[in-house]
């Protein structure tokens, strides 16, 4: 019986450092966080809606908040600190729905207020027109 020595198998040792490389490479660029553009896109957009509200009339300090919130996160993705940007841009969008719900609970009030005296001057009306006393 003949044995039959196969040869080695071809090694790829040459190839290592570059394939190293190329993979280092990959790992690098793929770990760059991104720009947080769709939480600074709802930032604005909420700060948009709080300002058509007129939020400013009942909650200027929670939408100055939201605006300066806006600045830094825009400007923690020009120094690319993109962990700050998307936080910043979260705390931007949270603070301009509170003043935006800040403003809605204000204006209710004003209404309910006003339901209210116009309430107790019926009910007035009603007793004068009765001859009931309070």
Wanted: charged fraction near 25%; glycine fraction near 2%.
């Amino acid at each position: 019986m003949h044995t039959r020595i196969s040869p080695p198998p071809p090694t790829f040792q040459p190839l290592r450092p570059a394939l190293l490389a190329a993979l280092l490479l990959a790992t690098a660029c793929a770990s760059a966080p991104l720009p947080p553009t769709d939480a600074l896109q709802a930032a604005e957009l909420a700060i948009r809606t709080a300002e058509q509200a007129r939020v400013a009339d009942h909650a200027s300090p929670e939408l100055g908040e939201a605006r300066d919130q806006l600045t830094a996160a825009q400007a923690a993705v020009q120094q690319e600190n993109m962990v700050e940007a998307q936080r910043l841009a979260e705390r931007s969008r949270l603070s301009a729905e509170l003043a935006t719900a800040k403003a809605e609970q204000a204006k209710a009030r004003v209404v309910n207020e006003e339901l209210q005296k116009g309430t107790d001057s019926l009910k007035q009306e009603m007793q004068r027109n009765t001859g009931a006393k309070q």
